[in-house]
Nanobody, 123 residues
């Protein structure tokens, strides 16, 4: 499974971006998907996850109420809508496909990773 993340860019504080993650195969439709991010000098951290059918989602506390994860299994694509962006959201964002159907924040449960897309929020 190959993942292609897109939609990153430079935005001012308070702005919005929508990230997309396209999977090369339909196998992702049976698996949970997630978004992680990594800022310079920091470890990769969990951002959001969604179950195989979109019925369950999970978010890290710092993005709750601002970010929304969704998916379109017909297109094999997951999305991350990011609103009210803050400078601390600046990072490379990675999408991933889980080994399991559920939404999970555990990095070890993800088996496929995209190449990352840069998000920069200016103050």
């Amino acid at each position: 499974v190959q993942l292609q993340a897109s939609g990153g860019g430079l935005v001012q504080t308070g702005g919005s971006l929508r990230l997309s993650c396209a999977a090369s195969k339909r196998t992702s439709s049976n698996n949970g998907m997630g978004w992680f991010r990594q800022a310079p000098g920091r470890e990769r951290e969990f951002v959001a996850a969604i179950s195989w059918n979109g019925g369950d989602t999970d978010y890290t506390e710092s993005v709750k109420g601002r970010f929304t994860i969704s998916r379109d299994n017909a297109k094999g694509t997951a999305y991350l809508q990011m609103n009210s962006l803050k400078p601390e959201d600046t990072a490379v964002y990675y999408c991933a496909v889980s080994r399991y159907a559920s939404a999970t924040s555990q990095r070890s449960r993800y088996q496929y990773w995209g190449q990352g897309t840069q998000v920069t929020v200016s103050s």
